[in-house]
């Protein structure tokens, strides 16, 4: 019977082949490398032929692993979701896996800035087995705290989607800081006087700038700023 067309274009969706004629190559390797190309050099940084150069091997060669920069997109995608945590929710207790999940993806997205401008040209990457594994545990541990299957699925996204929110403001400053070139106080100093001027028709606004003029234009305490969000997010799903 003819192979169906594959509908669904997307890493895992596709049969993976082991190819006998780069042995010294893998998707592995591959993936590897492409996550320090990103973590050095940024998202704009990222092509295959650089990838094959840093890998010595020529585009072709990355081809006959990685269909295209896309499958690439979801398998860095997978790869660093397999950075978070998931704790047992039996051993730890509901909220404070929960609590532990939403600290640990944020953590993975600090090591790696470039991460929440991808998600949105991820294709499948919830496919991915690293994605697939921690969604399981995350419903889990909301069926720890109490919620059927599809309030769990309801809460576990909530949770993601507070700690991506937040994320990609922090993300965003952290590119800023590192294109800068600048330490963290260099560049607060130099942007620091266009804040509070651009405030200055705000009086609340103004107000608060003025009372941070020594801190940075994040607040100096972003961690304490999304543990109070997360612990509010989860009163309310413990409520």
Known sequence: MPAK??????VWTRPHRARREQPALSREQIVAEAIRLLDTEGLEALSMRRLGARLNAGATS???HVASKDELIELVVDEVYG???VPDAQEAGWRSAAAHSAQSLRAAILRHPWLVSVL??????SLGPNMMRNTDRLLAVFEAGGCDLDEADHAMKALVAYVVGMGT??????????????SQEEWAEDLWPAVEQAAQPYPRLHA???SRRSSDPMGGDSTDIFTY????LLNGLEA
């Not at 067309?5 to 997307?10: D, P």
């Not at 403001?169 to 294109?179: G, M, N, P, V």
């Not at 969000?229 to 509010?232: I, M, P, S, Y």
């Open 5 to 10: 067309e594959q509908l669904i274009r997307s």
């Open 62 to 64: 990355l081809y006959s």
């Open 83 to 85: 950075e978070m945590e």
């Open 120 to 125: 949105g040209r991820a294709g499948f990457s």
């Open 169 to 182: 403001s922090e993300a965003a400053w952290l590119t800023a800081l590192t294109r800068s070139g600048k």
């Open 208 to 210: 608060w700038c003025v």
């Open 229 to 232: 969000g997360l612990d509010r």
